[in-house]
């Protein structure tokens, strides 16, 4: 197990990005490479898994796209990723919340986590 | 051939020069000791035999207990030959590091043992389909084999016929892999793709 985190550590350049957690709404800023051409697109939306640990994870980020539910899942080290930004914390009960594929609308919203920071 | 014998570590994903992910297998690989050399004179043919891993006096057999200290370099749990070992120019108990072996980007084949499965039946053991379909009158045959011959002629059951049983537990040499990245002071070897073998388990490494 050693020799596998020495193997992370130099080999994956484990950027350091807000600490996130699951039912956190994030924006996930990613290269796309079109042929020569290089554009930058985001991605918005519910941090609904969080798998693996330190450099090898991934997460899945979650939105609702024009009423169609939309996840993506990134990998935490992954070189397209330019920047990630916290922008809500979620209260949420569970660190996978797959329950809110069967829900839509009002139902599928996560509480804000009120701290003392935030108020 | 030239190789090394090495345990397998585990499991993890890097990044290429294109940022694509790679699935990567990390194996402790080395030190290795020359427990014999042989040449054509002696033996007519060349060869190195390699010993990996340390074992204890009391648990090793008394002729390979000769053999090793006739190299003078302690017992070892792992002896493997390589035929005609090319570029290197080793004596008896000389210790071969995987850098005087392996470079980044060199073709090798991995040989281990696959973990071994149990008794499978014939989908999981030999890719078998089963029958596809629960109803249209199935019952309990979705992972059945189906026939194994045909009827008074040839009224046997060919030799070779593929059934369920034991299944894992094979050597199995996986060619064609490509070294990722080679640390020498920590003796490790990261190789491109799925290595057999369980975690800790030995690995032959050869180019």
Same mark, same amino acid.
């Given at each position: ?19 996130? /957690? ?39 980020? /979650? ?8 996840? /993506? ?35 599928? /919203? ?10 | ?5 090495? =345990?397998?570590?585990? @499991? ?18 080395? #030190? ?13 043919? &060349? ?13 090793? #057999?008394?002729?390979? !207990? $000769?053999? *090793?200290?006739?190299? $003078? ?8 030959? *390589? ?25 090798? !084949? ?17 890719? *078998? =389909?089963?029958?596809?379909?629960? &109803? ?6 979705? =992972?059945? #084999?189906? !026939?194994? $011959? ?7 059951? *060919? ?14 040499? @996986? #060619? ?24 800790? !388990? ?6």
């Amino acid at each position: 197990m050693d020799a596998i985190k020495f193997v992370n550590e130099k080999m994956l350049n484990i950027p350091s990005y807000p600490n996130f /957690r699951s039912g956190d709404t994030i924006m996930v800023t990613y290269k796309i490479i079109e042929g020569s051409k290089e554009r930058l697109q985001s991605f918005r939306g519910d941090v609904i898994q969080i798998k693996g640990k330190g450099g090898t994870k991934t997460f899945t980020v /979650r939105k609702i796209s024009n009423g169609v539910g939309v996840e /993506r899942i990134f990998p935490y080290s992954s070189q397209i990723i330019t920047e990630i930004e916290l922008l809500k914390r979620g209260k949420v009960r569970r660190s996978r919340l797959f329950y809110l594929r069967e829900l839509v609308g009002k139902k599928a /919203r996560i509480k804000e986590k009120r701290t003392a920071s935030s108020k | 051939m030239n190789g090394l014998i090495g =345990r397998k570590v585990g @499991m993890t994903s890097v990044y290429d020069s294109k940022g694509k992910n790679v699935a990567c297998t990390v194996i402790e690989i080395g #030190p290795c000791v020359v427990t014999q050399v042989k040449t054509v004179e002696t033996d007519g043919y &060349t060869a190195l035999q390699l010993g990996f891993g340390e074992r204890k006096e009391k648990n090793t #057999p008394q002729a390979l !207990s $000769g053999h *090793f200290k006739k190299a $003078g370099t302690g017992a070892k749990r792992m002896v493997k030959e *390589f035929k005609d070992f090319k570029g290197l120019q080793k004596q008896l108990g000389d210790v071969i590091r995987v850098d005087e072996v392996f470079a980044e980007g060199d073709k090798v !084949s991995a040989t281990g043992v696959t973990k071994g499965k149990g008794f499978q039946g014939v989908v999981k053991r030999h890719s *078998f =389909r089963g029958v596809n379909d629960a &109803t249209h009158g199935q019952h309990n045959r979705q =992972r059945a #084999p189906g !026939s194994i $011959g045909a009827c008074s002629f040839p009224a046997k059951v *060919f030799k070779g016929m593929r059934m369920a049983g034991r299944t894992g537990g094979d050597q199995v040499k @996986m #060619p064609n892999l490509k070294i990722v990245k080679v640390f020498p002071d920590e003796n490790l070897l990261v190789i491109k793709g799925a290595v057999p073998g369980h975690k800790g !388990s030995f690995v032959i490494v050869e180019k």
